[in-house]
């Protein structure tokens, strides 16, 4: 059972380009939380900062935190590794901070599955329309055109996992969306009512699909 005063694990997951990174660092402003920052082999993108948005490692590093069973949880996304050690995801939970995944679904799987002493709250972020995700994706950083086709490819995949998420939330306006996300964390920790239409999810889901 979790502690009253140990902090609430909340991850996010989303194909690519939904905008998850950035709805993690603006609930990362919040009084109390914290982000999990992952290690990874991918390079970085000309916006991020090392040791801030990733660890940046090479393969033999990341291999090393393996078999010295370092990770939480570690997948392989898009040809490169991902994973999240351990250590510090706890010290922040038992200080009562609530932890922020950006992670992707196996990952969020893993975490499911280990079963730990802090409550857990997962979301699914989607896009409006494939359309406005392949502009995101484009967007993003000029090296990114290369691979938003790629991405792309993934997104028929990556959005079947939707089912096993607690909440599912459309990312159109960012402030919204964020908002909503909000309100959801304030209202499982709460134990207050949550403004959440399972109905109207499922439809956005067929539209996205068919
Ligand atoms: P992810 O982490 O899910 O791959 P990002 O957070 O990197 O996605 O977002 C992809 C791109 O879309 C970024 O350039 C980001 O600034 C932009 N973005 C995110 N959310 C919105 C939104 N609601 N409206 C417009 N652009 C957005
Ligand atoms: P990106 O390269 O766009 O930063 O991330 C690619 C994918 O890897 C995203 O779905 C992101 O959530 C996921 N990811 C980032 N860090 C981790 C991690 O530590 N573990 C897992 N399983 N996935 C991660």
Redesign the pocket.
């Known amino acids: 059972m979790p502690l009253n005063n140990d902090g609430v694990m909340i991850i996010l997951s ?1 194909p ?8 993690v660092k603006m609930l990362s402003e919040l009084e109390n939380f914290k982000v999990s920052i992952s290690h990874t082999t991918r390079k970085p993108r000309l916006s991020e900062t090392p040791n801030k948005d990733y660890f940046f490692v090479n393969e033999q590093e990341f291999k090393r935190l393996i078999n010295n069973q370092e990770f939480l949880e570690y997948a392989k996304v898009f040809d490169n590794f991902y994973g999240t050690t351990r250590t510090p995801v706890i010290e922040k939970l038992n200080k009562g901070k609530n932890v922020l995944f ?1 992670i992707d679904w196996q990952g969020a799987d893993q975490i499911k599955n280990k079963k730990l002493d802090y409550k857990l709250i997962t979301f699914y ?1 989607l896009p409006p329309s494939k359309e406005v995700l392949f502009e ?2 484009s ?2 950083d000029m090296r990114d055109k290369l691979i938003a086709e790629e991405r792309m490819k993934q997104f028929e995949r990556d959005v079947l996992h939707w089912i096993n998420y607690d909440y599912v939330v459309i ?4 402030d919204k ?1 964020f908002l909503k996300v909000k309100n959801l964390i304030e209202a499982e920790i709460n134990n207050g009512s949550k403004d959440y239409d399972p109905d109207f999810i499922r439809e956005h889901i067929n539209s996205l699909t068919s």
């Open positions: 989303s690519s380009g939904a905008g998850k990174s950035t709805l950006d972020l995101r994706l967007n993003r990312n159109d306006n960012l969306c």
